[in-house]
């Protein structure tokens, strides 16, 4: 069983820059794409970000597009998520998942494809 640790959110200004990382351990996620979710206050848990178990496709709607970055290092059994220029709305909990199957040959964005996830760190960005 599989147990995912973020750490990396805290408060910051409007156009700053956060580094979210995820501590996997417990099993590996090399075999597994690995997903980036967040829930703000009142607001339904959506997806912000996702790629592939080989690192060599990623997805992000367009609200965070161009602004953030997945990223892995399967060797640290760790993911990222590099988020540049933040605005007010990108403050939620964030949570990293990994898929529920093994090498998944395409991209879902499906809360309910993910199985693991951890207990969320939180982002809070300032007008």
């Known amino acids: 069983q599989v147990q995912l640790v973020e750490s990396g959110g805290g408060l910051v200004q409007a156009g700053g820059s956060l580094r979210l990382s995820c501590a996997a351990s417990?099993?590996?996620?090399?075999?597994?794409?690995m997903g980036w979710f967040r829930q703000a206050p009142g607001k339904e848990r959506e997806f912000v970000a996702v790629?592939?178990?080989?690192?060599?496709?990623?997805y992000y709607p367009d609200s965070v597009k161009g602004r953030f970055t997945i990223s892995r290092d399967n060797v640290q059994n760790t993911v990222y998520l590099q988020m540049n220029s933040l605005k007010p709305e990108d403050t939620a909990v964030y949570y990293c998942?990994?898929?529920?199957?093994?090498?998944?040959?395409?991209?879902?964005?499906?809360?309910?494809?993910?199985?693991?996830w951890g207990q969320g760190t939180q982002v809070t960005v300032s007008s």
């Open positions: 790629i592939d178990w080989r690192s060599s496709s990623t």
């Open positions: 998942a990994r898929d529920r199957i093994q090498w998944r040959r395409v991209l879902t964005t499906t809360q309910s494809d993910f199985r693991s």
């Open positions: 417990g099993s590996t996620i090399s075999n597994y794409n």
